[in-house]
């Protein structure tokens, strides 16, 4: 029993990320469950809520993923991304296009013209957060954060000759699978598959276009480091492993997330005392009822 065990231990590289592993193999199966029980309203709405609760920061845990893969093992590297994927709707692909090869290259957008893209989603560095502001850029981008990813694996993997097309029609076929899976669950139960992936995959999304704008908005450049905001709150970075050292992951993005702290440590930034924008805290009970993002002066 004991060799099994110090097997998947050895699998994954970093011990720390062995609660996320975990949690990206328990969220399918809390996804389905749904769909094989019948129970009251009131119980149905409560199941909603705990199957949410488990699986709202598996986006966060893919992000962590893809910028630094969990495991040594490819093929298990791809299972867990795909499980990711099923409980977000929010597939690796989509992020690799957008998030890796887009949002971490901003700095050479200009000279990669199939990259351009990521200018339909920048936000004026002169604006001021307000809550209005950061829903209209979420509900505004939401869409583009969907169909661009797709538009671009489509066209991109048929293409002849090119390097990249296996790349692209790997992912396009995992986004395929997933949201198959979804359809055929949605298609045996349409109420069931209305509330647990119609509604769970768009506060996905509506959630990532959020998070992105507080992370950005208002960093107008007074130094080389203020081109996005942090969050310091050690209850924020404990739950989301810490993704409120947002500079130190831009200026390292392969950097395990363990690393962010010292490396934020390094760069000696002088923060603005005042929030340049805020998060609401779910999980702590509104207790703070938000937390802070501050950025370098």
Not at 21 to 44: H, K, M, N, Q, T
Not at 195 to 214: A, H, K, N
Request: charged letters at 15%; proline letters at 5%.
């Amino acid at each position: 029993m004991m060799a099994p065990m110090n097997s998947v231990r050895r699998l994954i590289r970093h011990p720390a990320d062995r609660p996320q592993v975990a949690l990206a193999i328990v969220g399918p199966a809390a996804l389905v469950l749904p769909f094989c029980v019948s129970l009251g309203p009131y119980l149905e709405i409560a199941l909603w809520s705990m199957v949410w609760l488990l699986i709202c920061r598996h986006n966060y845990i893919l992000h962590n993923h893809v910028h630094h893969p969990f495991t040594n093992s490819r093929t298990a590297n791809r299972l867990i991304a795909i499980s990711l994927g099923f409980c977000t709707g929010m597939t690796a692909g989509n992020w690799k296009i957008l998030h890796v090869h887009g949002h971490h290259v901003e700095d050479k957008v200009e000279s990669l013209s199939s990259r351009r893209y990521d200018q339909r989603f920048r936000i004026d560095p002169s604006e001021q957060f307000s809550c209005a502001s950061a829903i209209r850029h979420s509900l505004r981008t939401t869409p583009l954060q969907w169909f661009i990813p797709v538009r671009i694996m489509l066209s991109e993997a048929f293409r002849r000759k090119h390097w990249r097309s296996n790349w692209h029609r790997f992912y396009l076929a995992e986004f395929v699978l997933v949201y198959g899976l979804a359809l055929a669950l949605t298609f045996s139960q349409p109420l069931k598959g209305f509330c647990y992936f119609g509604l769970m995959y768009l506060f996905v999304y509506v959630t990532s276009r959020y998070v992105d704008y507080v992370t950005h908005v208002a960093t107008e450049v007074h130094s080389q480091n203020s081109f996005a905001n942090v969050c310091l709150d050690s209850r924020y970075n404990s739950l989301f492993w810490n993704f409120g050292f947002h500079i130190a992951h831009h200026l390292q993005p392969r950097a395990h997330w363990t690393a962010l702290p010292s490396i934020h440590g390094q760069l000696a930034l002088d923060l603005d005392q005042r929030a340049t924008a805020t998060t609401m805290n779910f999980f702590g009970v509104f207790i703070p009822p938000t937390f802070h993002w501050h950025r370098p002066g």
